[in-house]
Nanobody, 124 residues
Framework: QVQLVESGGGLVQAGGSLRLSCAAS????????MGWFRQAPGKEREFLAT????????DYANSVKGRFIISRDNAKNTVYLQMNSLTPEDTAVYYC?????????????????WGQGTQVTVSS
């Protein structure tokens, strides 16, 4: 069992940056690929970024490629999402998820454990 707790959300002006953190409990964190997703009001949950168990492989949705960076620190059981050049369209609840296996994952069906989400609001 893995429990995930996101933090770092908040209100930021357009063009600003935020770094989200996701702290995981459990001894198997370093075995799992991780992902970040978001869900805006009235929209489906959207894949943003994924990172493999070691942090050596990452991939991103086109909508955030070049602006967001996913990383992890297995010693701290934490995965991060650095978000730069934010726009009002990035306003959403952001979720981290643990895949349960080593490799990258792109759909929410691939992920086994989910955090409760953290709100990010970008003002214009």
């Amino acid at each position: 069992q893995v429990q995930l707790v996101e933090s770092g959300g908040g209100l930021v002006q357009a063009g600003g940056s935020l770094r989200l953190s996701c702290a995981a409990s459990g001894r198997t964190f370093s075995s799992y690929a991780m992902g970040w997703f978001r869900q805006a009001p009235g929209k489906e949950r959207e894949f943003l970024a994924t990172i493999n168990w070691s942090g050596g492989l990452t991939d991103y949705a086109n909508s955030v490629k070049g602006r967001f960076i996913i990383s992890r620190d297995n010693a701290k059981n934490t995965v991060y999402l650095q978000m730069n050049s934010l726009t009002p369209e990035d306003t959403a609840v952001y979720y981290c998820a643990a895949k349960g296996t080593y490799g990258l994952g792109y759909s929410d069906n691939a992920y086994k454990y989910w955090g409760q989400g953290t709100q990010v609001t970008v003002s214009s």
